[in-house]
């Protein structure tokens, strides 16, 4: 058997003092991960998960980053976008002409600017 870090002392009763030591260090220890998970479980309880947003506005790459395109906020497609207000959106949509609503999630028809 390799030798240990620490040598440890051939005496019987100093050798049992070390385990008693070592047996409250691990009680101590088991003690504060039960109270960190309590505490953790706790948190996780009162706290809901954020609510996914309703818009993205997706802008693209360069130095202008301008808006390319809005989405819905369930839509598969918004990897380089920022969540948004309603308010943006239809701001981004009327002022900005390049823009186009995305042709998959369909977020005009959301904002009721297809119906005008």
């Known amino acids: 058997m390799p030798e240990p870090l620490l040598p440890l002392p051939p005496a019987m ?18 003690e504060k991960i039960a109270a960190v998970r ?3 479980e706790e948190r996780a309880r009162r706290r809901p998960p954020p609510e996914p947003p309703r818009w993205w506005v997706e802008y693209g790459i360069g130095a202008t980053r301008r808006p390319e395109r809005v989405h819905t906020g369930a839509c598969p497609v918004n990897s380089r976008g920022r969540a948004a207000t309603r308010g943006t959106v239809l701001e981004v949509l009327r002022t900005v002409p390049t ?12 904002l009721g600017l297809l119906d005008s």
């Open 13 to 30: 009763d100093q050798l049992l003092v070390i385990r008693r030591w070592l047996e409250l260090t691990l009680a101590r220890v088991d």
């Open 38 to 40: 309590a505490a953790d």
């Open 99 to 110: 823009v186009i609503p995305c042709p998959l999630c369909r977020p005009d028809s959301d």
